[in-house]
Every structure is written in C-alpha cells, then in structure tokens.
C-alpha cells in the first residue's frame, strides 16, 4: 500500500490550499479515509474524513466551515480543500488509510506572513 500526499506548501494567513492524496495497492473504494495533522511538539490529530462512497464526511471543529474533504474513488484519490488557514494550520498534513494502518509520508503546510 502506498499513499503518497502533495500540494502542501507556504501560504498566507487566511488564504487556501488544496491537498491531495494518491493511493495504491488497496481497494481505495472500500475505506473510509482520514486526514490527520500533526503540527510542531504536538500530538497527530484528526482532521477529516469520509466514508468509502463519499456520501458523509467528518470535520473537526477546528476546521468546520474552512475544510472540505472530498475523494474520487475513479483515481483512487482523497482531497482536502483549506480554506481560511490560520497561523494553527501550520502541520504536517498525514493521508490514513485504516487497511489495516497505513500512513502517507506527509505534506508540510506552513502559514505564515
């Protein structure tokens, strides 16, 4: 199984970015899937998730209103849309996969002015 996450970077407070993870070596259609953060000297949160068909998602409070998770099952793909960042977005942004435990390598997003 491999997950490999991009689309991380440096954005602005208050601006967007668009996450995206590839999967393969697992039926993707089959899983919920999470995003997860973890940001410096803390602990790796949850941030989002989505039932295999797509039909229901998860956000944590932290992100209501600014997060949007999303995946095509065609391409084997999850999404994490952020809009709104603030300075508290800066984290490692980790794509799990519970087939049984599988981790992506992670995509750094640092919001800064």
């Known amino acids: 199984v491999q997950l490999v996450e991009s689309g991380g970077g440096l954005v602005q407070p208050g601006g967007s970015l668009r996450l995206s993870c590839e999967a393969s070596?697992?039926?993707?259609?089959?899983?919920?899937m999470r995003w997860y953060r973890q940001a410096p000297g803390k602990e790796r949160v949850l941030v989002a998730a989505i039932i295999s068909s797509g039909g229901s998602t998860y956000l944590a409070d932290s992100v209501k209103g600014r997060f949007t998770i999303s995946r095509d099952n065609a391409k084997n793909t999850l999404c994490l849309q952020m809009n709104g960042l603030t300075r508290e977005g800066t984290s490692v942004y980790y794509c799990h996969a519970p087939a049984p435990d599988y981790w992506g390598q992670g995509t750094q997003v640092t919001v800064s002015s």
């Open positions: 070596g697992l039926t993707f259609s089959s899983y919920t």
